[in-house]
């Protein structure tokens, strides 16, 4: 991928971001800086989850198929 | 931007929306649905607790109970009576129990709200109040609800938004390779085959990737000996008629001196059509054997049968140079499945050669069995081939002294014809040789299985 290619992936993520961590300011009314970074690693650590999960579950299996590849 | 980038986006947006959609709908019902019921039950609570309070009341405080109920929340109060008449209210004096029930839902005419209400049953007091009633008003749900949903439109465009930017990223990984190859494939087609797609996964893409390099490959290989072989045919063919056409005028403007010369140039003309007529049915022959439209006569033949005619044939040319010709084969050597006739064509070709390059000493020809394998080896000790030419032997027109190979009359495509042929036969050729020392060329041919027999 260019460089321009990240350029829009990257504007859909950030303001993906952005809108998961709006409701909470839409049902407790107050918004500051401090809450809303709060806010966004939040967010972060919940979309890194699946992310790791699945980087795990490749190593594990590229693991296993390079042990395979050895013995075979 | 192309197709199935724009598919693959779009199909995920669509099926974001799919299920965002009714998902977001189901969501906001629930909310709905509890808040309703909450609210309800809050009312009720409200009510029972109104009427708990009825007898520690005197008169001035129960004013005071029903103006703070009022004044200081959203909600309305009423007081009815035993015989179910509204004694006293805070604002919804044409409620009328007896005609709505104990709880529901109430609409005031005079202010247009809409209220949920509870009844509760007061203890003995001294108003003679039997039933205090509660009214919550609905657009205290409103204001919730709409944070609610507002909140989920955020959140399901904050999904849709994060999903088209992975899979932004996915679909240009994935199209990324597929680009590649429609680029080369593309400059295939316009006759570019130097291209090389990277094929670095080991996916189909990868797979794909890697065809598409050997193809590039083999039509490139195709191209050259398609112009090798065209560049070799008009050469080989131009040479004999050039022949033809200078012996023909120098015969028609009478260009002789004897009968004698005469004669000579006629039997040039006739050399050089003959060989012309056999280079052309080589070629013939060849392309149909590369295309594997050769029809081969099959038949259960004693190689070595046919082996000791091909020598028979050849023995007088080689005693014209003093060349000794030797056969020996094995006793129990076993039958072949082949066409006798192109097998001797093999065998004729592969000793043509040999009597050709050599000059004194002797072409031996031996046949053996070798498991299930019939061996035959042609060995002379001709002037050999020298290593740089050996892989390149069987190739059609490749000749190893360019300028004496003419003079030797062969059509260049000998040992081609006879490695196609071997190879029709399910056999195999190979050929080892030292410069000055002499050539040894091996034919295995496959012996026949006996249910074969």
Redesign the interface.
């Known amino acids: 991928?260019k460089k321009r290619?990240?350029v829009?992936?990257?504007?859909?993520?950030v303001?993906?971001?952005?809108?998961?961590?709006?409701?909470g300011f839409?049902?407790t009314g107050s918004l500051n800086v401090h809450s809303y970074l709060a806010q966004v690693l939040h967010v972060c650590f919940w979309?890194g989850i699946p992310i790791f999960l699945t980087g795990i579950i490749y190593l594990v299996w590229k693991k296993r198929k390079r042990s395979k590849g050895e013995t075979s | 931007m192309n197709t199935i980038f724009l598919k693959l986006f779009g199909s995920v947006l669509f099926l974001f929306l799919i299920v965002l959609l009714p998902l977001g709908f189901v969501v906001q019902q629930i909310f709905s649905t509890y808040n309703e019921s909450h609210l309800q039950e809050e009312t009720a609570e409200l009510a029972q607790q109104q009427a708990d309070l009825l007898p520690l009341l005197d008169e001035r405080r129960l004013g005071l109970l029903v103006d703070a109920l009022s004044e200081n929340t959203a909600r309305e109060i009423a007081l009815a009576g035993a015989n179910g008449e509204i004694e006293t209210s805070s604002g919804v004096e044409e409620f009328s129990p007896a005609a709505l029930g104990a709880e529901g839902t109430y609409q005031d005419e005079a202010s247009g709200r809409e209220y949920y209400y509870a009844e509760a049953e007061a203890a003995s007091n001294s108003f003679d109040v039997t039933s205090v009633y509660v009214f919550s008003p609905k657009h205290l749900l409103g204001g919730s609800m709409n944070e609610l949903l507002l909140a989920l439109i955020w959140a399901g465009t904050g999904s849709i938004l994060l999903a088209l930017g992975f899979t932004f990223i996915a679909a240009r990984r994935l199209t990324s390779p597929l680009r590649s190859m429609e680029k080369a494939a593309r400059q295939m087609a316009t006759g570019n085959l130097n291209v090389q797609v990277p094929a670095s996964s080991k996916d189909e893409l990868g797979s794909l990737a890697r065809s598409m390099n050997e193809l590039a490959r083999d039509l490139k290989q195709f191209r050259n000996t398609r112009r090798e072989f065209l560049s070799n045919v008009s050469h080989e063919l131009r040479t004999p008629l050039s022949y033809v056409q200078g012996y023909s005028r120098a015969l028609k403007e009478g260009w002789y001196r004897s009968e004698e010369e005469k004669q000579q140039y006629v039997h040039l003309i006739h050399d050089e059509s003959h060989r012309m007529t056999r280079l052309i049915n080589d070629v013939f022959e060849l392309s149909k054997m590369e295309e594997d439209r050769f029809p081969l006569a099959w038949e259960l033949v004693q190689i070595e049968e046919i082996a000791e005619a091909a020598v028979q044939k050849i023995k007088p040319r080689a005693r014209q140079k003093g060349i000794d010709v030797s056969f020996d084969a094995d006793p129990d050597l076993p039958a072949a499945a082949a066409d006798p006739m192109r097998v001797e064509q093999i065998f004729s070709n592969i000793l043509q050669n040999a009597v050709t390059y050599t000059h004194e000493g002797h072409i031996d020809v031996t046949l053996s069995r070798q498991n299930k394998q019939i061996w035959c080896r042609f060995s002379d000790t001709g002037t050999g081939i020298d290593e740089e030419h050996l892989p390149y032997i069987f190739e059609r027109f490749y000749r190893t002294d360019k300028s004496r190979s003419r003079a030797h009359g062969g059509s260049g495509l000998g040992l081609a014809i006879a490695r196609e042929l071997t190879e029709l036969h399910h056999g195999s050729i190979s050929v080892q040789s030292r410069t000055g020392q002499g050539t040894s060329f091996l034919i295995q041919i496959p012996a026949a299985e006996e249910e074969e027999e």
Not at chain 1, 8 to 13: M, S
């Open positions: 991928m290619e990240w829009p992936a990257v504007l859909f993520i303001l993906g971001i952005h809108c998961f961590v709006m409701p839409v049902l979309i």
